[in-house]
């Protein structure tokens, strides 16, 4: 349920689509008139659609069951739905979905990592929802929590619907916190690095570290646009990421590790291990996904209480989005894409939108999730994801570039160098934004 890596080959694949074009989209509803008979035939039997998806493991289980569900009581639309692989913009999922287009083989409905959606809006191959969505009771926009929508527009345009969405938050060890005297999370940077340094004890494999940051391009969107900064400029052609405001909140979590009072985790597992790092209580605050929550809570069980808290304000708070949306593709026939505008609005709605919710924990979609007896019984007993809800009204676009991939390609090594290796902050991320600025041209 985490935010998936965008820094592989897959990237540099979907600009290669947006670059060459792919081109003209194919007539909707094409082939030859069915004749009297053939089309009697045809109306008997279900709209069949498919459906690519890019979680595994049990959130593939999960959407299985949900689409079993929607096919037994829509007998006159049949949902094909398929896991892919990874989906995020450079996993294999992305990259098979850019293949299909250049092939002219798309599926009826995609999930699209947040991040990726220009590039696939881009394309030209994407059904606009803009009016569907409009006109419709379930998915209006004006139905949806706010900040949710950010990632599902491109110029102006909504190109898709959330689907599984989260944000980042601060989690906290509550336990360590009493016992150190401190009363609340921290609400900026300057508290943080001050209760970080009070939270710190012991030495050797028994030490513990009051923060740990996750060396991810996620939460770097977060500490660039929350220190005041920006990711690029205006026109989306300039990397503006290695100004100084956009480093603020960078320097203070480098500062902590080179002092003693954070760690960081490398190695091609870093999220995890970071994750392990609060469940076992070696470290008393971390930024980590809402998606993680799940394996907290099993994880920790009843060793110490714990929490999760807005993340900490630099000159501003700006959250960034994660997850993904559910598209359609343009290829589709129109009573494929009626099908499958059926499905969408069956899956957004408060019925589905809190079951899924509450079975994978990710965020729900609509206002009306929240007024839901089933939903606010599990922020009872989950309160640790009421943190995340609000969030949503601090959620920041991320740039619409269809570059933007390979734009995050050299910021996550920039990252690891910062962190991983002590590299300094401003010569180490201009050169990032050098190699960024010869990706967005």
């Known amino acids: 349920m985490k935010r998936d890596r965008l820094w592989k080959s897959g990237a540099l694949l979907a600009l290669g689509l947006v670059a060459t074009g792919c081109g003209a989209p194919a007539a909707n509803g094409g082939g030859q008139a069915a004749t009297g008979a053939s ?20 959130l593939s289980q999960d959407i299985q069951q949900m689409v079993q569900e929607f096919n037994q009581t829509h007998p006159g639309i049949k949902v094909v739905a398929t896991y892919q692989g990874s989906y995020s913009g450079g996993g294999e999922e992305q990259q098979k979905l850019l293949a299909a287009i250049k092939a002219g083989d798309p599926p009826t409905i995609a999930q699209i990592e947040v991040h990726a959606m220009p590039v696939f809006a881009a394309s030209g191959q994407l059904l606009d929802l803009t009016h569907l969505m409009q006109s ?110 956009a480093l603020s909140i960078l320097e203070t979590e480098q500062s902590l590790v ?77 009573a494929q894409q009626k099908a499958a505008w059926t499905f969408i609005q069956w899956w957004t709605s408060p019925k589905q939108s809190v079951k899924w919710s ?17 939903y606010k019984s599990y922020l009872t007993q989950h309160p640790q994801y009421r943190t995340a809800i609000e969030e949503l009204q601090y959620e920041h676009p991320s740039p619409a570039s269809p570059a933007y991939l390979a734009v995050l390609q050299p910021v996550q090594q920039a990252l690891q160098g910062i962190f991983d290796e002590g590299k300094p902050v401003a010569a180490t991320m201009h050169q990032a934004a050098e190699a960024a600025d010869q990706n967005l041209g």
Not at 298 to 327: C, E, H, I, Y
């Open 258 to 334: 080179k002092q003693g009072y954070a760690k960081v985790e490398t190695g091609p597992n870093y999220w995890d291990l970071m994750t392990q790092d609060f469940i076992n209580g070696q470290v008393a605050m971390d930024i980590d996904s809402i998606g993680s929550a799940g394996t907290v809570t099993k994880g920790v069980g009843g060793k110490f209480q714990w929490s999760t808290a807005l993340l900490p304000r630099g000159k501003t708070l700006a959250v960034p989005p994660g997850g993904g949306d559910l598209a359609i593709f343009k290829d589709a026939t129109p």
């Open 39 to 58: 089309r009697a035939a045809a109306s008997s039997q279900p709209v069949t659609i498919t459906f690519w998806y890019g979680v595994g493991t049990t």
């Open 136 to 245: 419709s009771s379930v998915d209006k926009p004006s139905n949806f929590l706010p900040g949710i929508l950010v990632s599902t527009q491109y110029q102006g345009r909504y190109y898709a619907v959330p689907f599984n969405r989260s944000v980042p938050v601060l989690y906290y060890n509550k336990t360590l916190f009493a016992k150190a005297h401190i009363a609340s999370p921290p609400s900026n940077w300057a508290q943080l690095a001050a209760d970080a340094k009070k939270l710190t004890s012991g030495a050797g494999s028994n030490k513990i570290y009051g923060f740990e940051p996750l060396v991810d391009w996620w939460p770097w969107e977060y500490a660039v646009e929350s220190g005041g900064g920006s990711i690029l400029s205006a026109d989306l052609k300039r990397a503006t990421f290695d100004q100084p405001p």
């Open 358 to 374: 509450t079975e994978t924990g990710y965020l729900p979609v609509q206002k009306a999730d929240l007024n839901d007896p089933v």
